[in-house]
């Protein structure tokens, strides 16, 4: 597909263009930049942004898409009841067809919301690909290895990387350890080593929870992060998810192995797991992202809501108005995601790179007058303002439509039976 869109502010993640256009063409930027003396190409369609804002997709780097069907189903519970009483055993239930129509449903909210690329800790892997292969969406999938995993563990992860690798390149494979005090020492020792045999970065929960810590330093005598590190988990990078309590040692240990962290504030508000340290983290030169984990944690798969609460928390907690500024938070949101997941080509709008990015109506409101968009962006957008998300040069969200080869109805309908069979309704 060959797409023009002129008359637009362009924000490419590093500069701001005022009243630029840009051109995509197989799924790749061709042109970016100001006012082109155009020459005449056989466009299959040529869109007039009328002054809105294109800007980079959003980036949702840590998510269990299908417990979409625990949605307000598991709230207001401590986070050791929410796993072990709720989450766990409804899951067990869930079978691969399940997972395939929970994440078609959960994609339709990434694409209201802008983000084009998810990375799903989860099991049932290929149907969650096979989901977001039909739905034109990118995931970056991962296995949450834990201590039932060891048995067979190598054969398991070489079957992953066998089957997803060739689901094409909207899917990517990483490897991932659910957590600590969901693994033994062999099931750890046995990821770390396929992890150096593969030269393979290493996604995990870390350092959730204050009972969390507590309980590693009672079995380790170490804290989770420095735990895991010397096991050698991190030694080809990899990402922590949460990382709410950290010690400076702890933040030294990933810096060192140039570990991501992905913070999911609203995630970690509703179940009372704390406020990560991010200015802290930012500062020690740790590149850091945003998520929402699932939908039974969160419960909305809604990024603004994350970018706002990313900066508001810091500011509170300091007692400091400077302390992230909207613009970094909007980085974390957007550059900084596809710089965790290993995704370069989504870094940034710029010729060459895939052509995934979002659309902003800024003729509304809350995006009235106009003085920062950007800034705006974050203090006060909301998926409202999501006009338009395109994944690989191709419309996916348009003005409330979907284009993902599925009835959306269908896809509700679907998702509605899971949850009434599982929740035995």
């Known amino acids: 597909m060959m797409l023009r869109i ?3 502010r362009i924000w490419t993640g590093e500069r701001y263009i005022d009243g630029g256009e840009m051109w995509t063409e197989d799924g790749k930027i061709r042109y970016v930049g100001e006012v082109s003396p155009l020459i005449l190409l056989p466009w299959d369609r040529e869109i007039n942004a009328g002054g809105n804002l294109i800007i980079p997709s959003f980036k949702n780097v840590h998510a269990h898409s299908p417990m979409a069907f625990l949605r307000s189903q598991a709230d207001d519970m401590a986070l050791n009841d929410w796993l072990f009483k709720q989450v766990f055993p409804r899951e067990a239930k869930l079978t691969p067809e399940d997972c395939y129509w929970l994440t078609r449903l959960a994609i339709l909210e990434y694409l209201s919301s802008g983000i084009s690329v998810a990375s799903d800790m989860y099991f049932h892997l290929e149907s969650i690909a096979d989901a977001c292969v039909d739905s034109g969406f990118r995931n970056v999938i991962l296995e949450g290895v834990t201590a039932n995993n060891l048995q067979g563990l190598e054969k398991l992860l070489q079957n992953d990387m066998d089957i997803l690798g060739k689901k094409g390149e909207l899917i990517n494979y990483r490897l991932g350890l659910h957590a600590e005090y969901t693994n033994s020492e062999e099931s750890i020792r046995a990821l770390a080593e396929f992890a150096r045999a ?4 290493v996604y995990t929960h870390l350092s959730e929870t204050k009972s969390e810590v507590e309980g590693c330093v009672e079995r380790h005598s170490k804290t989770p992060a420095i735990y895991l590190a010397e096991q050698g988990l991190f030694d080809f990078g990899g990402i922590a998810y949460h990382f709410v ?10 810096k060192d192995k140039g570990v991501s962290v992905t913070s999911c504030p609203a995630s970690n508000l509703k179940l009372a797991s704390g406020i990560a340290p991010l200015k802290k983290l930012i500062d020690s030169g740790i590149n850091v992202a945003l998520g929402t984990d699932g939908p039974a944690s969160n419960n909305c798969l809604d990024m603004f809501r994350e970018m706002f ?6 500011k509170a907690t300091l007692s400091d108005p400077t302390a992230i ?6 980085k974390m949101a957007t550059v900084n995601g596809a710089k965790a997941m290993g995704l370069k080509e ?3 709008i710029e010729m060459g790179n895939s052509a995934d990015f979002v659309m902003i109506d800024l003729r509304q409101p809350n995006m009235q007058p106009i003085n920062n968009p950007l800034k705006n962006l974050v203090y006060a957008g909301s998926k409202s303002n ?3 998300t395109v994944i690989n040069g191709l419309i996916r969200f348009e003005r409330g439509e979907y284009f993902v080869g599925e009835d959306v109805e269908k896809i509700y309908s679907k998702c509605q039976e899971i949850t009434d069979r599982i929740l035995e309704r």
């Open 6 to 8: 002129y008359n637009a």
């Open 198 to 201: 593969n030269k393979m970065p």
């Open 245 to 254: 309590h950290p010690s400076d040692a702890d933040i030294k240990a990933l």
């Open 309 to 314: 609460l990313a900066t508001g928390l810091q």
């Open 325 to 330: 500024d909207g613009e970094t938070v909007l």
């Open 346 to 348: 989504l870094e940034s």
């Open 386 to 388: 999501v006009l338009m």
